[in-house]
């Protein structure tokens, strides 16, 4: 059975089942958690207009779309076709075109605050009352400290400030919980932060589990868990 009979069989059977069709508006601008029944998975996906970010693999910008045809709806993924209904409010169901038995459900993350609320200059709490010389001293010599270090988020940008400054373009997700990047730290070569999910924002106090990756000697990946970042006024 060719690809384009599958398609036809799915549509008409979302056609007999599912009254209503799946808006583009019901998913852009969102983020969903994509349950995978068939292993229990999780995946985090984060729609924009017209491209979508696996947020936990790095996979940024890529096409998506949905075709309706009658009161079916079929959501494409780059190359990957699923027939979508809505089954609650905010809640979907996902069947794979290629391989029926593997069923999806699409649940959307709520935001729990305002993205503005990420911007600004902050400093990890375990620098705040002290000196550079209370800590290992760089790397390199007779560099200059800008001391306490701080981090400095714009909606496009983070920057870096310790013994020297790195920046990153960044990708701030739907709901203001992720934080995709590629700063570099600035004394240690190769390491590199990835992802910062946001445990709790308020107007003074964040705090984040950073995903880093070391490249140098060799290739790891690590998880830094409950890091509090305090607002600098």
């Not at 583009?24 to 995946?43: G, H, M, V, Y």
Request: charge should be neutral; charged fraction near 25%.
């Amino acid at each position: 059975m060719n690809k384009l009979t599958l398609i036809l069989l799915l549509l008409l059977t979302l056609t007999s089942c599912n009254k209503n069709s799946v808006s583009k508006s019901q998913i852009q601008n969102k983020t969903f958690n994509l349950i995978f029944e068939r292993n229990a998975d999780t995946l985090i996906i984060d729609f924009q207009d017209s491209t979508y970010h696996a947020i936990e693999y790095y996979r940024k910008n890529n096409p998506w779309k949905i075709f309706n045809y009658d009161h079916a709806s079929l959501l494409i993924l780059d190359n990957n076709v699923f027939g979508i209904k809505e089954i609650n409010k905010g809640k979907f169901e996902c069947t794979e075109i290629n391989l029926g038995e593997n069923i999806l459900k699409m649940e959307e993350r709520k935001p729990r605050w305002k993205q503005e609320k990420l911007f600004g200059t902050w400093i990890e709490e375990k620098y705040l009352g002290t000196d550079s010389t209370d800590f290992p001293p760089p790397p390199i010599e007779d560099i200059k400290s800008n001391w306490p270090p701080s981090y400095t988020i714009t909606k496009n940008k983070i920057a870096h400030d310790f013994y020297n400054r790195t920046e990153s373009e960044i990708q701030i997700n739907n709901t203001s919980e992720f934080i995709s990047l590629e700063l570099k730290n600035p004394i240690n070569y190769g390491l590199v932060d990835e992802l910062w999910q946001v445990m709790f924002l308020s107007d003074t106090i964040m705090i984040v589990n950073k995903k880093i990756q070391q490249s140098y000697p060799s290739y790891s990946q690590d998880l830094i868990r409950g890091i509090t970042l305090i607002k600098k006024r």
